[in-house]
């Protein structure tokens, strides 16, 4: 139902947005992102979580839960749109603080990314 789930992430954006909390922005952003990854739109799927990524490193630190959920996320996009590289560093990166932080769906994002990728060694 990613139609019907629209408006409830915009207002849940809004509503992150005007606390001014990054971590809270992140999570909307992830939730966000799966729908976008499930109907097929990498690239802005890609672009949006990378810039909250961004964000969220600058204002949290590279080693919070919350960046390696997001990584995650942007890595499953990055194997899609044939980006090897970036995915290989996101998915480095996300594994080693999704220990701490996440859930099932984008840890499965990263696991699937990171199998597309596995040639073997």
Known sequence: HFVEARPFLQKA?????????????????????????????????????????????????????ICGTLALAAAKCATEMGRQSEARELIASGFRTVRTHGFLDVVACGLEAAVQLWRGE
């Open 13 to 65: 954006r809004e509503y992150a947005y005007q606390t001014g909390s990054m971590h809270a922005k992140s999570w909307v952003q992830t939730y966000g992102v799966l729908g976008q990854i499930y109907e097929g739109d990498f690239e802005s799927a890609y672009r949006d979580t990378m810039a909250t990524l961004t964000e969220a490193r600058q204002a949290l630190g590279e080693s919070a839960g």
